[in-house]
């Protein structure tokens, strides 16, 4: 049982982890995001990063990611990985030559959270985006998991990317992952993380080299993202570019609606998310109808992400166009917030309900993991 230390509510649904309940940080955000902020900082102490993206007067830009750090001498940014030495940006990774990443090959199908739509699992974009009218059994997605991130989500179920930011390490040359996609039984790439935000650099010139090889060769190679969305808008574009050209798909995690939920339990805005969401949408979406280039998920944290959350969501995907593909994940309990239990069967229902007010394509994942 949780309770909020500005309204002294309790319920199973707050997080003492995070010490306030939604309708604070709703109502009165400037009490709740200053717990919350504590909470990040203590949080990201505990690996050595930054509490806040940096804005150093006498600082650097890095201008990679949407947080725009501007990094003071014998500081880093907020992902970890980026670092102001006498002067002089030093980037252990994200750069167009080397990234700190772990990489391993997925058997197709696999558990992707766009698998519903995604060609190497259902076939969907034959013969042109994959190899079967199915399941592409026999082929592999080289999964990319990189090693540092521009949100700092303290409901993160892959919070142990945070060991990579810090040691800067393992780190791949771009000629070498690219590489691991030269195995004919590749049939995808996808970007995940962490997130790829801080080191679009490096997965777009994977991609790059990746894709010249695959057309020399003629065989199908799809590049995906999974991601918060928060890099540079020209960054975002290119990557776009890419998943269109490749029968890919970006999938964004929009994570909230509401900007004050977004930094309680984010760390930063998602402004930022949103307008590359609707840039990709505006731009690319309906160039390749048969096949979704851009999608959406959003994590049902139970107490946090509800019914009115989602909605809005959807009414935003909407406006861009009601086809998008939608899907509602089910949370368990892990890092800050690991007091919460997984999302109920009945916030699952309702919150699909909602989205489907506005929205044409709209899905529960990991439904094993509904109580």
């Given at each position: 049982?949780?309770?909020c230390?500005?309204?002294?509510?309790?319920?199973?649904?707050?997080?003492?982890?995070?010490?306030?309940?939604?309708?604070?940080?709703?109502?009165?955000?400037?009490?709740?995001?200053?717990?919350?902020?504590?909470?990040?900082?203590?949080?990201?102490?505990?690996?050595?990063?930054?509490?806040?993206?940096?804005?150093?007067?006498?600082?650097?830009?890095?201008?990679?990611?949407?947080?725009?750090?501007?990094?003071?001498?014998?500081?880093?940014?907020?992902?970890?990985?980026?670092?102001?030495?006498?002067?002089?940006?030093?980037?252990?990774?994200?750069?167009?030559?080397?990234?700190?990443?772990?990489?391993?090959?997925?058997?197709?199908?696999?558990?992707?959270?766009?698998?519903?739509f995604?060609?190497?699992?259902?076939?969907?974009?034959y013969?042109?985006?994959?190899?079967?009218?199915?399941?592409?059994?026999?082929?592999?997605n080289?999964?990319?998991?990189?090693?540092a991130?521009?949100?700092?989500?303290?409901?993160?179920?892959?919070?142990?990317?945070?060991?990579?930011?810090?040691?800067?390490?393992?780190?791949?040359?771009?000629?070498?992952?690219?590489?691991?996609?030269?195995?004919?039984?590749?049939?995808?790439?996808?970007?995940?993380?962490?997130?790829?935000?801080?080191?679009?650099?490096?997965?777009?010139?994977?991609?790059?080299?990746?894709?010249?090889?695959?057309?020399?060769?003629?065989?199908?190679l799809?590049?995906?993202?999974?991601?918060?969305?928060?890099?540079?808008?020209?960054?975002?574009?290119?990557?776009?570019?890419?998943?269109?050209?490749?029968?890919?798909?970006?999938k964004?995690?929009?994570?909230?609606?509401?900007?004050?939920?977004?930094?309680?339990?984010?760390?930063?805005?998602?402004?930022?998310?949103?307008?590359?969401?609707?840039?990709?949408?505006?731009?690319?979406?309906?160039?390749?109808?048969?096949?979704?280039?851009?999608?959406?998920?959003?994590l049902?944290?139970?107490?946090y992400?509800?019914?009115?959350e989602?909605?809005?969501?959807?009414?935003?995907?909407?406006?861009?166009?009601?086809?998008?593909?939608?899907?509602?994940?089910?949370?368990?309990?892990?890092?800050?917030?690991?007091?919460?239990?997984?999302?109920?069967?009945?916030?699952?229902?309702?919150?699909?309900?909602?989205?489907?007010?506005?929205?044409?394509?709209?899905?529960?994942?990991?439904?094993?993991?509904?109580?």
């Amino acid at each position: 049982m949780g309770k909020c230390l500005i309204c002294g509510g309790s319920a199973p649904t707050i997080s003492d982890g995070l010490g306030v309940c939604l309708r604070c940080i709703r109502e009165v955000p400037e009490k709740a995001l200053e717990v919350t902020r504590q909470v990040h900082a203590k949080s990201r102490a505990g690996f050595g990063l930054p509490p806040d993206p940096p804005r150093d007067s006498d600082g650097l830009p890095c201008e990679v990611c949407a947080n725009n750090c501007l990094i003071g001498t014998d500081k880093s940014g907020f992902c970890g990985l980026v670092w102001n030495v006498g002067g002089r940006l030093i980037r252990h990774g994200g750069t167009t030559d080397k990234g700190v990443l772990e990489w391993y090959y997925d058997g197709l199908p696999t558990n992707c959270v766009s698998w519903w739509f995604c060609p190497g699992c259902t076939g969907s974009g034959y013969p042109k985006y994959a190899y079967k009218p199915e399941a592409e059994r026999g082929h592999s997605n080289l999964a990319v998991f990189y090693g540092a991130c521009s949100y700092d989500c303290l409901f993160c179920q892959n919070w142990r990317y945070r060991n990579l930011s810090v040691l800067h390490k393992p780190v791949f040359s771009t000629e070498a992952l690219a590489s691991k996609a030269d195995d004919r039984r590749v049939s995808c790439v996808c970007f995940f993380g962490g997130d790829p935000s801080p080191q679009m650099p490096h997965s777009l010139e994977v991609s790059r080299l990746a894709l010249e090889r695959a057309k020399t060769e003629r065989r199908i190679l799809r590049i995906c993202w999974e991601t918060n969305g928060y890099m540079n808008p020209k960054l975002a574009e290119r990557a776009a570019e890419y998943a269109l050209e490749s029968g890919g798909n970006i999938k964004f995690d929009l994570k909230t609606w509401g900007e004050n939920l977004n930094i309680a339990l984010c760390g930063v805005s998602n402004k930022p998310t949103l307008a590359n969401f609707r840039m990709i949408g505006e731009k690319f979406y309906k160039k390749r109808s048969e096949l979704p280039v851009l999608s959406a998920s959003t994590l049902l944290v139970p107490g946090y992400i509800d019914v009115e959350e989602v909605e809005n969501i959807a009414k935003f995907v909407s406006e861009i166009d009601p086809n998008i593909p939608y899907t509602l994940l089910a949370f368990y309990s892990c890092y800050v917030v690991h007091d919460l239990p997984t999302t109920s069967r009945r916030q699952a229902i309702d919150c699909q309900k909602a989205a489907k007010k506005h929205l044409e394509n709209v899905r529960i994942g990991n439904v094993h993991l509904l109580s």
